[in-house]
């Protein structure tokens, strides 16, 4: 099974600053013949389902601010906001597609500071 | 617009039956594979199973493997989750998802609200 960590557990922003979030699987999303990382970063809020934010590691939702952005390849991957605003508080989770069982790292809530 | 809604939640005794249920509609339902993702209380995201689009291949989680059957009815647009032999760690919000294809390798594209398993004594 591919296991899925991120860190940090969590983390406090100031309004307007930026948050950064790292994932690591332990081995390689990479997928050679097509060039794309199975991997997705979701948002969840309260109370509410999981929301899609990017795919592939980098190709934003559409209707996803642009102030969320995916990086990285292989093993290693980063979401950043980069401009923390209020409605962004959430817990975000990374997941791995690249190989059933599906996984996702355990999660980091974001918070203002 | 793409809609999931599940059904059938509700508080079961451990070692007993349920199953639930998610309506889809607002896409083209028998051309897309379909997961379930459960949530325990303050917990993470853990995936459960996956359906083909034509129902003929399943994927299961090890925790669940050999309890839980997963089905759909591409004529009414609903995939099912049939849990048997419920633990209390079983207990958690369970959501259906939509792939983004037909294949198990596809990322959750669009999430129900969930329904809430409740496993206790």
Redesign the interface.
């Known amino acids: 099974d591919i296991v899925m960590t991120q860190s940090p557990d969590s983390l406090a922003v100031s309004l307007g600053e930026r948050a950064t979030i790292k994932c690591k699987s332990s081995q390689s999303v990479l997928y050679s013949s097509s060039n794309k990382n199975?991997l997705?970063w979701?948002q969840?809020k309260a109370g509410q389902?999981?929301?899609?934010l990017i795919?592939w590691a980098s190709t934003r939702e559409s209707g996803v601010p642009d102030r969320f952005s995916g990086s990285g390849s292989g093993t290693d991957f980063t979401l950043t906001i980069s401009s923390l605003q209020a409605e962004d508080v959430a817990v975000y989770?990374c997941?791995q597609?690249?190989?059933?069982?599906?996984?996702?790292?355990?999660?980091t809530k974001v918070e203002i500071k | 617009q793409v809609q999931l809604v599940e059904s059938g939640g509700g508080v079961v005794q451990p070692g007993g039956s349920l199953r639930l249920s998610c309506a889809a509609s607002g896409f083209s339902f028998s051309t897309y594979g379909m997961?379930w993702v459960r949530q325990a209380p303050g917990k993470?995201?853990?995936?459960v199973t996956?359906i083909w689009y034509d129902g003929n291949s399943k994927?299961y989680?090890?925790s669940v493997k050999g309890r839980f059957t997963v089905s759909r009815d591409n004529s009414r647009n609903t995939v099912s989750l049939e849990m048997t032999g419920l633990r209390t760690d079983d207990t958690a919000v369970y959501?259906c998802a939509k792939a983004?294809d037909y294949g198990?390798?596809?990322?959750?594209?669009?999430?129900?609200?969930?329904t809430l398993v409740t496993v206790s004594s």
Do not use: N, R
């Open positions: 199975y997705g979701y969840q389902p999981p929301k899609l795919s989770y997941h597609y690249y190989s059933p069982p599906l996984t996702f790292g355990p999660g | 997961h993470g995201l853990e995936w996956f994927f989680a090890d959501y983004t198990v390798s596809s990322y959750f594209q669009y999430w129900g609200q969930g």
